[in-house]
């Protein structure tokens, strides 16, 4: 039983680790493309790219793992919806994790163009010029505005997303019981819609491991603790897209479990 037991968690971790990473590799992709190349996606494409990867992400996932995909959705399912508690660390470094190995399989999949890109414009890695391409991976907030616009912007974001998530799962809905396959679809939409109206203003992650990841790998490859700093002397600005996603979906969960849903 022990056993049958240890192989159903580590396939629903490598589920979790792989669905992760797809949403990583389409993600950061199409921002080195657009960065790297002379096809310049806009903000509109950008995000869509992000939704439908989260998409796939979950219809490739969700009979097994139950499509996480994020570390703040699963501390959420272990607080409110008793998720089990043994099973939070590993799903979380599995999301992290993956997050971290398909950011290796990017940088090397543009290694040529990110060279040329380095030459080009005499770039050094781990100087403050540098960070110009450290966006294409991690979530740096908005230097210009206050940590605690950005920690709110970032709060609010995560809290509409786990409202209508929650909302779109409802039971009640015959519509989306009989037509279940579009759920995904729409989670992704809603994806696309928070990144084309907030990101502009203030960059959001909306995922702790989209963010982590990256960045631990950035910090490996020469960029060191920039690389979570993002140049800024305010270490404070590391933990918005780590902590307050967290925050965000949580305190949503909350609200919708108490207040709106009651």
């Avoid at 699963?74 to 508690?85: G, R, V």
């Avoid at 809603?190 to 989209?210: E, G, K, M």
Wanted: charged share 10%.
């Amino acid at each position: 039983m022990n056993i049958c037991r240890k192989k159903n968690i580590i396939k629903k971790c490598i589920f979790e680790f792989l669905g992760t990473g797809v949403i990583i590799f389409f993600g950061l992709s199409c921002l080195a493309v657009s960065k790297l190349t002379n096809i310049k996606l806009n903000q509109l494409e950008i995000s869509c790219i992000w939704g439908l990867s989260v998409a796939i992400s979950i219809y490739f996932t969700s009979t097994t793992s139950g499509s996480h995909l994020n570390p703040a959705i699963t501390i959420f399912f272990w607080l409110f919806s008793k998720f089990n508690k043994k099973k939070v660390l590993p799903y979380v470094i599995s999301q992290i994790l993956g997050s971290f190995c398909f950011t290796i399989i990017v940088y090397y999949f543009f290694s040529h163009t990110l060279n040329a890109f380095i030459k080009k414009h005499n770039i050094i890695i781990g100087t403050i010029e540098s960070m110009d391409l450290a966006y294409i991976f991690c979530v740096y907030p908005n230097y210009h505005k206050s940590v605690i616009y950005d920690s709110i912007i970032e709060i609010i974001s995560n809290i509409l997303f786990i409202i209508i998530l929650l909302e779109l799962n409802k039971k009640k809905y015959i519509f989306f019981l009989k037509y279940k396959f579009m759920i995904p679809m729409l989670i992704g939409c809603v994806i696309c819609i928070i990144n084309l109206v907030i990101n502009p203003f203030s960059n959001i992650s909306l995922n702790p491991a989209r963010d982590l990841g990256p960045k631990i790998f950035l910090s490996l490859m020469g960029w060191g603790t920039l690389s979570f700093t993002g140049g800024n002397n305010n270490i404070l600005y590391s933990f918005i897209p780590n902590i307050c996603p967290i925050v965000g979906v949580n305190l949503g969960g909350w609200i919708y479990k108490n207040i709106y849903n009651n």
